[in-house]
């Protein structure tokens, strides 16, 4: 025997402790590798051609399916879910958010695409025992609708920073320092409401921030010292061989503060400084006038422009705004006298195509002294208005801020949680519906509109609108060829809106479908304020109006609003009955004195709304 053959055998001898030496096992090493493969490969056998087994989407059980059925179980399983409103809240007041206003949708096919047929990764199939693997839903995101979705619970809740303001007060300067606000993080909103889609039971808490003033307190204190300035003294006048004075009075009334770039602006009404002066002025001035159109006989005619001769109003604004930081003879302004153009000539007027009435729309409300006001300070603000074609009509811009300066009064608006309260320009929300309601039928372009945040019966529900200064607006575009030119005609319980131009449809009509997403009445509150205002509560829901546009006797275009009402409680005045305790000597509705109390003798208001 070899030497090579002898260790050979010796090596597969065993040794003195009974083991075998190494190559035995390898020998075996590799029998268990092989064993390992063959249940690995059954274990690949096994799992089919269908999902994974154990795998789930969103609590859904669909493994061992193929992507055709596993599309069909979670769009049958997770209907109501994917279209159940989502809960949120913002500032601690409770908001749904509609998944399909907010343009979520989910996607089945692209949640379970690619995942089905043989699994070859081993911890992919060790999880199949262990439950089995858990798949995210894959959402639809419409990103134009969700952020207007959340636009419009930012509108509803926001309470913007407010700007300092300067305001002259006869000959009293007042100035108002501004104020942090707090308002949505809207982009966060965004995130956190697609993140909580298809997640039941999982509430969103809208993110809010801190909102600053544009404009520093030293800035206001800047434009105060300014305005002081300004009417220290009047400004004197010199036109051809007469001397006008401007007195401080006119100064104080013509002058106004607008926020801009960090600072507050000063500028200066025209036509107030030239009224002051116009009495002198009138010896070497003929007035002029714009052309426009009489609407009186159902059809608009143009009313000639007339070219005027004197002062230019704008002019002397500019001229005299540029002494008001000066001091003795240098306040003075020479004012050329010339032509004063009208802004609109006949000629222009007769080539804008306002030949015919495009709508009207009439909108009735409960009479109420501040509703006259307020409603009829507006339509006298949107009462001849011109927009040409591409101009954008802003209400807010129109009315002006809500200030008992700009002619309004206090009356009751919606407050937070849809409890009403009282503030300046309460009611002008009516002129908004009116208008925007005068604007969908004219089939002029829609560039925002928001709805009430509660229902009020009185206004069609998806077909109305509201304004709120400096926080969101009701805003169209003339996307005609022509002109629109606006009237208004206010009676003590209706303002109607008529627009007059050249129709591009034969007809404009409103559909309405039916309401969804309906919540219920919340709680009844009880109010012992001496503020308090009662007022019955309202469901919340959700309803789309079309506006369809008819041309040649076809549909040639749909639109779609969707309108989401929160619910409102109902309020009563007074002290909650399950928590008053009155002494049991002592009657309820008696005080000690024996005298009917104040809380007894108050009646409750009726219901009030905007």
């Given amino acids: 025997m070899t030497s090579s053959a002898a260790t050979s055998l010796a090596e597969d001898l065993p040794d003195p402790s009974g083991r075998r030496t190494g190559p035995r096992w390898g020998l075996w090493a590799g029998v268990g590798f092989a064993a390992v493969g063959v249940v690995y490969l059954g274990l690949v056998a096994g799992t089919g051609d269908g999902l994974p087994r154990g795998t789930t989407v969103a609590g859904v059980e669909v493994g061992g399916m193929s992507e055709t059925e596993a599309v069909a179980t979670l769009q049958k399983s997770l ?10 809240t913002v500032g601690g007041q409770p908001v749904s958010v509609s998944p399909d206003a907010a343009g979520l949708s989910f996607d089945a096919a692209a949640t379970v695409a690619g995942i089905s047929g043989r699994i070859w990764n081993p911890l992919t199939l060790v999880s199949q025992f262990t439950g089995g693997p858990v798949l995210d839903p894959v959402v639809d995101v419409d990103q134009a609708r969700l952020t207007e979705t959340v636009k419009g619970i930012a509108a509803d809740s926001d309470s913007p920073a407010t700007e300092p303001t300067v305001v002259v007060k006869g000959t009293t300067v007042v100035v108002t320092p501004g104020a942090k606000g707090a308002v949505v993080d809207q982009e966060a909103a965004a995130s956190a409401i697609t993140a909580a889609y298809l997640r039941p039971g999982e509430q969103v808490v809208i993110p809010v921030v801190e909102a600053q003033p544009t404009v520093p307190d030293d800035a206001a204190q800047q434009a105060a010292d300014a305005a002081k300035a300004a009417i220290s003294a009047p400004v004197t006048v010199t036109a051809q061989n007469l001397t006008a004075t401007i007195p401080p009075a006119a100064i104080a009334k013509a002058l106004t503060f607008t926020a801009k770039d960090g600072a507050l602006v000063p500028s200066l009404d025209g036509a107030i400084l030239r009224a002051s002066i116009a009495s002198v002025l009138a010896p070497i001035e003929t007035p002029g006038r714009d052309a426009t159109w009489n609407v009186s006989s159902g059809k608009p005619v143009v009313v000639p422009a007339k070219v005027g001769r004197g002062v230019n109003p704008e002019l002397l604004a500019a001229g005299v705004l540029g002494v008001l930081d000066k ?22 007027a007769t080539a804008l195509g306002v030949t015919e009435k495009m709508s009207s729309f009439t909108q009735h409300f409960p009479y109420a002294a501040y509703r006259v006001q307020n409603i009829g300070q507006a339509a006298k603000r949107i009462n001849g208005t011109l927009l040409l074609p591409g101009q954008t009509f802003s209400l807010n811009d129109t009315l002006k801020e809500r200030t008992v300066a700009n002619g309004y009064t206090k009356g009751f608006v919606i407050g937070p949680g849809g409890i009403f309260k009282e503030d300046l320009g309460g009611g002008v929300s009516t002129s908004a519906t009116a208008t925007w309601t005068a604007a969908f039928y004219a089939g002029l372009q829609r560039v925002h509109t928001q709805a009430h945040s509660i229902w009020i019966p009185r206004y069609r529900a998806g077909l109305e609108a509201t304004v709120a200064w400096g926080q969101f607006d009701m805003s169209f575009r003339n996307d005609t060829p022509h002109a629109v030119y606006i009237t208004t005609i206010m009676k003590n319980t209706s303002i109607t809106v008529q627009i007059w131009g050249t129709k591009v449809y034969d007809d404009i009509k409103a559909e309405s479908g039916p309401r969804y997403n309906q919540t ?3 709680a009844t509150q009880y109010d012992s304020s001496a503020t308090c205002h009662a007022q019955g509560g309202q469901a919340g829901f959700s309803i789309d109006v079309y506006r369809v546009f008819i041309k040649d006797g076809k549909e040639v275009k749909r639109e779609k609003i969707t309108t989401r009402y929160r619910p409102s409680p109902s309020v009563k005045c007074g002290v909650d009955p399950a928590k008053a305790s009155p002494s049991p000597s002592v009657s309820p509705s008696t005080s000690t004195t024996g005298k009917p109390s104040p809380a007894a003798t108050k009646p409750t208001p009726a219901p009030t709304t905007t």
Wanted: hydrophobic letters at 45%; glycine letters at 6%.
């Fill in 79 to 88: 209907a109501a879910q994917a279209t159940a409103p989502i809960p949120a």
């Fill in 520 to 522: 219920a009445v919340p």
């Fill in 327 to 348: 001091s003795g003879a240098e306040r003075t302004v020479v004012a050329q006298i010339g032509a004063i153009p009208p802004k609109l000539s006949t000629e222009q």
